[in-house]
Nanobody
């Protein structure tokens, strides 16, 4: 299995940017479809973005399109989430996740999860 550790969260003013990183260890990173999810207080966890094993294709929730960019570096066993034009409603605990089976367009089936990194956007 793969172990995932997120970093890069913090507090930022609305309109600002943050770059989240997720470092993977364990099994072959390039075997995993990777995704970013978030959970705000009192709300269900929601899909944010996903990326294919090679990094050649990406998939975004409507809330992330045009503002967030997911990428990966298989040589560094790391997946990133560049978040621009942040809004207060982006405040949440952000998780990275991985799955061996399935495609990036299917937002379920992720079975490896990190502990999360907090993102707070102030107005």
């Amino acid at each position: 299995q793969v172990q995932l550790v997120e970093s890069g969260g913090g507090s930022v003013q609305a309109g600002g940017s943050l770059r989240l990183s997720c470092a993977a260890s364990g099994r072959t990173f390039s075997n995993y479809v990777m995704g970013w999810f978030r959970q705000a207080p009192g709300k269900d966890r929601e899909f944010v973005a996903g990326i294919t094993r090679s990094g050649g294709s990406t998939y975004y929730a409507d809330s992330a399109k045009g503002r967030f960019t997911i990428s990966r570096d298989n040589a560094k066993n790391t997946v990133y989430l560049q978040m621009d034009s942040l809004r207060p409603e982006d405040t949440a605990l952000y998780y990275c996740a991985g799955k061996v089976l399935g495609t990036v367009a299917v937002v379920t089936g992720y079975n490896y999860w990190g502990q999360g990194t907090q993102v707070t956007v102030t107005s």
